[in-house]
């Protein structure tokens, strides 16, 4: 049996990597794929415990034990759901993975991305992506989003308008520095023409006479 696909979205909050992560797991799955659709950090008990954490609005936490506290949800989802569904044959769409990460806590916390890279190896065992769908969105654009779609926001969402520049910018080094694994979205055209290039970016992973469903 081939081993499966992991394909994670990311981009900044309110660039809408929900609503593709949802869209392309049904999409790939009219391809006769098995396809699973996990969040991070979350996915499963632990890591989801973990998950609230991190997103409470209460809750002091320093830069470095934030980076530790998804680096250990991140290890927990990959031995206990990421690798045993990829040698199971079964895609994954992985809404965030490392690159969240390098981008959040390297840049937006300023810890450096060798840093977060490093405990991140240590935590995923080097599990790298086959294909990252990076949307892009100016970060007012984000914020502009989660302010309507909510009237709380989460520990990260609260964050000043510098360290959203420091994570978009920290995204676009990573697209320049693997363009073959990183592949950019125009976040902002209506989330069917996102889908569509989301789709186009995956044809060459698509195995031999992978063929939509007839409808």
């Known amino acids: 049996m081939a081993r499966g696909r992991l394909i994670t979205v990311e981009g900044l ?12 797991v049904d999409a ?8 699973r659709l996990l969040r991070e950090p979350g996915g499963v008990e632990a890591a989801e415990r973990i998950r609230t954490l991190l997103h409470d609005p209460g809750l002091r936490l320093g830069a470095r034990s934030e980076a530790l506290l998804f680096a250990a949800a991140r290890a927990q ?10 040698r199971d044959g079964t895609w994954v769409v992985l809404d965030r993975f490392v690159d969240s990460s390098l981008a959040y806590q390297g840049a937006g916390r300023q810890l450096g991305s060798q840093e977060i890279a490093q405990i991140n190896r240590f935590a995923t065992c080097g599990l790298t992506p086959d294909r990252t769908l990076l949307i892009t969105v100016p970060p007012e654009l984000g914020r502009a989003r989660i302010r309507s779609r909510s009237a709380s926001t989460d520990r990260l969402e609260q964050e000043h308008d510098d360290f959203f520049s420091r994570v978009a910018s920290a995204y676009e080094e990573l697209a320049a520095r693997h363009p073959q694994r990183i592949r950019s979205l125009d976040g902002d055209e209506p989330p069917d023409r996102v889908l569509k290039a989301a789709l186009a970016q995956l044809a060459d992973l698509l195995p031999l006479g992978a063929e939509p469903r007839p409808q």
Do not use: R, W
């Not at 790939?28 to 396809?35: G, M, Q, Y």
């Open 77 to 86: 989802l990959v031995e206990e759901a990421l690798e045993p569904l990829l």
């Open 28 to 35: 790939l799955s009219e391809h006769n794929l098995d396809v």
């Open 13 to 24: 909050d309110g660039a809408g990597k929900t609503t593709l992560s949802v869209a392309l």
